[in-house]
């Protein structure tokens, strides 16, 4: 979504009267900024008309499979079973799995309605268990915790980012006591930017 709006953003600019920059910058909060280093892969493969000057992701989730899926099932957090929960139910869809080969049966009835749109994320939280291991199969916790063999794990895999050869800096900005989005995260996708010769830094702003 990102490469396709930067590649008619010259084309409204021009309609409007703005004047077309040569250069971007890429900034995602959260789920953003797994989008954003997302987007500068994509980049980095297809043509497109600007420059990108600089990457930032705050409180991002990048290494889905070897960092946060293991710090999800932890439950530091209030919102971890609500992540889980999102991500299971989207990736059977997307990918034509049951939902039941990852959760446990009543809760692969459950989440479908729970996750229609009409009810509020609060309503969400509450009706999900606190504990996340209590909504994934016994045998699905294992898989993300060890082998990561399973079909979820692997899909995790590829959807992870920061395995990217880029011009542009990269900034990753990190709480000390965020427990939604684990600093190791931010740790190993800079490590891996640089692995390709890239810029990036790891920037604590305090708890």
Known sequence: AVADLLAVLPQVLAE???????????????QGGHASLAALGELTRTPHPFEVAAVASVAGAHRLAET?????????????????????????RVYGQPLASIVRER???RLPILLDGRRSSVEVELALPRDPTHLLTPETVEDLVGARDGWFARRLAENSVGDVATAAPVRFYVGGQDVDAPAEDAHRAAALVRTHGGRAQVVHVGA
């Open 16 to 30: 409007v009267g703005t004047a077309v920059p040569d250069r971007v910058a890429l900034l995602g909060f959260s």
């Open 68 to 92: 946060v899926g293991p710090a999800v099932l932890s439950g530091r957090s209030a919102h971890h079973t609500t992540y889980l929960a999102a991500l299971a139910t989207s990736y059977a």
């Open 107 to 109: 809760w692969a009835r």
